[in-house]
């Protein structure tokens, strides 16, 4: 089923043969004379002259030699014509599986817009093709078909949806490729850069995207923070980039700052650890060696092991005790409250009020 749609307007594609025939106006030649001298029949002319036959490539050359009008210019005039007749019919012969999917893509599109990667006007079948190009695909209902790092694969047992997935792993590249760093990667940087991005917990939410970028850039490395999206159940994307460089993205899908600076220091877990050849997508609720070293590295970097275990044997869990314990150590109460909660010392209501969110907005 095909969905008709209103888009670029047939009336002001002019086909080449309109051109031809103000040309034999304006010279006050006949369709006859013209055939003649160009050496085709007088009805090749008249289906030309009344656009029902292309002017082909030899053609344009013989009206070179008639009217000493470079071939190119005939040439040119059927290409745009060809151009904005396959526009055309792009536009209006849609179907209705892709405005289906449109409606599914309906709210990263809108954040699209909104950071200016698609155009705020685009609607209806012209938004599908500026997505279309976005994706570079000839057609969005092949989203599921396309292999991408194994994240179809998630589908079956997560709420993994491809189509959200796929535009949302493309919208990832689409804004990392505004971005650039000077230094190439730089491992034995990054290790030295952890007590500074460790202190980075204590700024203020509308600082902390600006300070790990410095310090990430410093490492040879992009950072970004990307929108998450139902249906894209992704925690972060290291990629290695072309210059040597490398971009960590992240998501804050679940807010609370306790699982953003553990999702963080995981990501670079899996950066030290090496686990990455050319691109690692990091999906949540995956289990596998590099994810278990990647979650130890983790927990070890935001609470020493030793100190934790010494922590836990006291038994103490008031809210005096884990305030001092935490700024012993130099780390925000809400990391080891998070902790706590995740190994079941605590519940998850309590101490509810010194649980820190993040919102996205405020991180983009």
């Not at 292309?54 to 151009?83: C, G, P, R, T, V």
């Not at 070890?300 to 030793?306: A, K, S, Y």
């Amino acid at each position: 089923m095909v969905k008709k749609t209103s888009g670029l307007s047939r009336e002001f594609i002019i086909h080449p043969g309109e051109t031809l025939k103000e040309v034999l106006d304006d010279r006050e030649m006949s369709q006859r004379e013209l055939a003649v001298r160009t050496d085709v029949t007088e009805t090749h002319i008249s289906n030309v002259v009344n656009c029902q036959k292309d002017i082909s490539i030899s053609f344009a050359k013989k009206l070179e030699y008639a009217f000493n009008i470079d071939a190119s210019f005939w040439i040119n005039l059927q290409a745009n014509y060809d151009k904005e007749m396959a526009d055309f019919n792009e536009v209006n012969n849609i179907s209705s599986e892709e405005f289906d999917i449109l409606k599914k893509l309906e709210d990263i599109i809108g954040y699209m817009k909104q950071i200016k990667i698609v155009e705020e006007e685009a609607n209806d079948s012209l938004l599908i093709i500026e997505l279309r190009k976005l994706l570079n695909l000839s057609s969005l209902t092949r989203i599921p078909d396309i292999s991408h790092a194994g994240a179809y694969r998630l589908a079956e047992s997560t709420n993994a949806d491809p189509y959200i997935l796929f535009t949302w792993l493309r919208l990832c590249d689409l804004v990392n490729s505004k971005y650039s760093v000077d230094k190439a990667l730089d491992i034995e940087r990054l290790k030295e850069k952890i007590p500074f991005i460790k202190e980075v917990m204590f700024e203020n939410v509308e600082n902390i995207q600006q300070r790990l970028n410095e310090i990430f850039a410093e490492c040879g490395m992009k950072f970004l923070i990307i929108k998450h999206f139902r249906g894209a159940p992704v925690q972060g994307v290291i990629k290695k980039d072309s210059d040597g460089s490398l971009s960590l993205i992240i998501t804050n899908r679940h807010k609370f700052a306790d699982i953003f600076w553990f999702t963080l220091f995981h990501e670079i877990g899996h950066i030290i650890n090496d686990d990455i050849e050319d691109q690692l997508i990091d999906y949540e609720s995956m289990d596998s060696e590099a994810e278990e070293r990647a979650n130890e590295f983790a927990l070890n970097t935001l609470i020493e092991p030793e100190r934790y275990m010494s922590f836990i044997e006291k038994g103490d869990y008031s809210l005096e005790h884990i305030n001092n314990f935490c700024k012993k150590i130099g780390v925000p109460n809400f990391i080891l409250i998070g902790r706590l909660q995740k190994d079941g010392y605590l519940k998850y209501h309590h101490y509810a009020t010194e649980k820190v969110k993040y919102e996205i907005e405020d991180l983009a």
